[in-house]
């Protein structure tokens, strides 16, 4: 099996601070856990912005130049920079932090789908701030909206104009057909990294047999071109980045994905999560990939390249 990849994401646009008094939302934090989980094993750090003000997230540039460029200066993690933003933001709002940047990868969303959060809000009786209630309770009524127009403007603004690489993001199976299409249009080269999301409602059900079939259909539609990784929601993610490891795939953790690191604890930092995986993979057997390893692995453009 090839070296495994470590990808970490900090803080995200899912979780509310009234959910974790550890979820980070400041510019400090956000470096600061950063650099924990790329001490701890962690190659690519998947960064989101958030509001220091109300931890809300943030698509606003000044808010992510509050921390990448320190990222950048203290650590040599992979910074992956999502264009997903929330589900809230309009693309225009969600490409504008990335385009500034020019970071050697980011994120993209391979389906438009449902992104309901709303039973979350039912498990909180304290909030912290005004708008998280709304924002989680709205979401019963919220499309993700990433359409083949919308993908294409990406890859274009962030791939054939600014040279970054993707975690083509997949919810379900007919996101896969979605990027082979775009494979086919010649809009994407391999090597592809994609990442399986599993536990979203509105995506696929975080079942051991439907990791199974991504990575069979994926197998049938990219052959030897790709790479996979997984990462799940909640309390389902280490059962099943664990199946990835075992499966030779690669593996996404942090306080985005989940905020716990056992059962009813919250992980205090998100290299709690990283160092436990990384015991998992390496008892198991696998290598741990560095930050050079998966740049040459994902032929990737090189932080020197970037404009953080």
């Given at each position: ?11 995200g ?15 400090a ?19 989101h ?7 809300r ?13 320190q ?15 929330s589900?809230?933001?309009?693309l225009?709002?969600?490409l ?45 009524d ?11 403007v ?7 104009a ?32 994609i ?7 509105g995506g ?29 929601a ?11 490891v ?5 593996v996404?953790?942090?306080l ?20 436990k ?28 390249r970037?404009?953080?």
């Amino acid at each position: 099996m090839s070296k495994i990849i470590i990808s970490c994401a900090i803080t995200g646009s899912i979780h509310t601070p009234s959910m974790s008094p550890y979820l980070p939302i400041t510019a400090a934090d956000i470096t600061e856990q950063s650099i924990g989980a790329a001490e701890a094993g962690a190659a690519i750090l998947h960064l989101h912005a958030r509001d220091p003000a109300n931890g809300r997230p943030s698509a606003d540039p000044a808010h992510f130049m509050g921390f990448l460029p320190q990222i950048k200066q203290r650590c040599d993690a992979v910074l992956n920079i999502s264009t997903g933003g929330s589900a809230t933001m309009t693309l225009e709002q969600r490409l504008a932090a990335p385009k500034l940047a020019e970071p050697e990868m980011c994120s993209l969303n391979m389906g438009t789908m449902n992104f309901a959060l709303y039973p979350a809000a039912a498990r909180i009786s304290e909030w912290k701030f005004d708008w998280e209630k709304p924002f989680l309770e709205g979401s019963d009524d919220l499309v993700f909206k990433n359409t083949p127009r919308d993908m294409a403007v990406i890859l274009q603004e962030m791939g054939a104009a600014r040279g970054a690489r993707f975690e083509f993001e997949c919810y379900d199976i007919g996101h896969l057909y979605m990027l082979r299409h775009f494979v086919d249009r010649g809009l994407v080269k391999a090597p592809l990294f994609i990442q399986f999301v599993f536990g979203v409602l509105g995506g696929m059900g975080p079942d051991p047999e439907n990791l199974n079939h991504m990575k069979l259909i994926a197998d049938k539609l990219f052959g030897e071109t790709y790479a996979f990784s997984v990462l799940a929601a909640g309390r389902h993610q280490m059962p099943l980045i664990t199946m990835s490891v075992i499966l030779g795939g690669h593996v996404r953790v942090g306080l985005e994905d989940s905020l716990m690191i056992s059962r009813g604890v919250l992980a205090k930092t998100n290299a709690e999560q990283v160092r436990k995986i990384r015991r998992i993979a390496e008892d198991l057997g696998r290598t741990i990939a560095t930050a050079s390893d998966a740049r040459a692995m994902l032929h990737l453009k090189g932080a020197d390249r970037t404009a953080i």
